[in-house]
């Protein structure tokens, strides 16, 4: 029975068997080695590779900060081309990198970077294109292949939502000049904190690997000036663990997904983002937009959190409306990222929801408020 006291968020940390973990850490323990690329962060980096079907990956502390340090790799000058509908990150990693975001508009149907309107925003000074996968939605990699192309700019695909996703069976990592990965506890795959960096060539493994570790090379060699953003070893056993279950996870996720949809398609004043038949998807969000519904977004949201369910308005606000970018930027500029942004809400989703869970939050949105 499902409890109605106990609040449901909209995402929950997956997390391995207890003992599963701490059996993880007696090597940890034995060998004192708990940072530094020990056997822990090669292992993972080389089952994560293969999982992900890259040809090259690297592990960093978080993805903002794998995010930073590939930008930082290229070493870009000028403008990059990016979403407004994105989390703080994409271009807060952008702007600390001396470079100046330029905001392209967003497809009103699945929330990505509307290719259609970057070739507009491309000036003598731009430099690259950072797309953003969003919800598990990915972008056209082929059109704007071909635009990058056209005008030799890098791609860096912000790929935080889009872990162990395919089109074709191609995985996303292998789009773009490279990929960012968010491992956050939130996410489908987790090693606490984390991320990664998936790459073609090879120069750019040993270049992120500076980077990430202050430019140290030997005991007397620093040979770039780099930061510090390793990952460590307790989280690289989380992610261990936690890939033993994925598969299992990711399917549980889906049946969650299905639910909702099955519930919410088809309802006047809802849209829900089309299933593209060639992406295996990660089933990471349940993101459902409300268009002239009965309720505005906001008294939904309300709604469900007097009931106990906590959904989030991810992405509010756009990121051309924050306070910091205030001045330079306006949400005018992107009225589709605009509109979405007020009008998105994220439903709860992780492995443990019950589908009674799903339907009672469906029951809630769907039928008529009692006075």
Not at 141 to 164: R, T
Request: hydrophobic residues 35%; aromatic residues 12%; charged residues 25%.
């Amino acid at each position: 029975m499902l409890d109605i006291d106990k609040p449901i968020m909209v995402t929950k940390a997956s997390l391995p068997p207890y003992e599963e973990y701490t059996e993880m850490l007696k090597p940890i323990w034995e060998s004192a080695w708990l940072t530094n690329m020990g056997q822990f962060h090669e292992r993972l980096k080389e089952e994560l590779r293969g999982r992900m079907k890259v040809d090259g990956l690297d592990l960093f502390v978080n993805g903002h900060m794998a995010l930073e340090m590939v930008l930082q790799a290229f070493e870009l000058e000028g403008e990059v081309i990016t979403t407004p509908f994105t989390f703080a990150s994409t271009a807060h990693a952008i702007v600390r990198n001396g470079l100046t975001p330029v905001f392209c508009d967003i497809h009103p149907d699945d929330y990505t970077i509307d290719e259609s309107k970057i070739e507009e925003l491309i000036t003598d000074r731009t430099c690259a294109i950072v797309p953003v996968h969003v919800y598990g939605n990915l972008c056209n990699v082929k059109k704007i292949a071909e635009i990058a192309e056209k005008y030799n700019l890098k791609v860096i695909y912000d790929a935080a939502h889009a872990f162990g996703e395919e089109i074709d069976g191609t995985g996303v990592g292998n789009f773009g000049d490279a990929s960012m990965f968010s491992f956050h506890a939130t996410k489908v795959f987790n090693t606490i904190e984390g991320g990664a960096v998936s790459f073609h060539e090879t120069w750019l493994a040993d270049r992120l690997y500076k980077l990430k570790n202050f430019g140290i090379m030997g005991e007397e060699s620093v040979e770039y000036v780099g930061g510090n953003a390793k990952m460590n070893e307790f989280q690289a056993a989380m992610g261990l663990c936690n890939l033993h279950h994925l598969s299992e996870n990711i399917e549980k996720r889906k049946k969650i997904s299905d639910r909702y949809r099955e519930r919410l398609n088809g309802t006047e004043g809802i849209r829900l983002a089309p299933v593209r038949e060639e992406i295996t998807y990660n089933y990471a969000y349940m993101p459902v937009v409300f268009d002239n519904f009965r309720m505005e977004r906001d008294e939904v949201y309300a709604h469900l959190r007097k009931h106990n369910i906590y959904p989030r308005k991810y992405f509010y606000p756009c990121v051309n409306a924050y306070e910091c970018y205030r001045g330079k930027y306006s949400p005018d500029d992107t009225p589709v990222a605009r509109d979405i942004s007020t009008s998105v809400m994220t439903l709860p989703i992780y492995p443990d929801l019950s589908l009674e869970a799903v339907d009672y939050i469906c029951d809630l949105i769907l039928e008529e408020p009692k006075p």
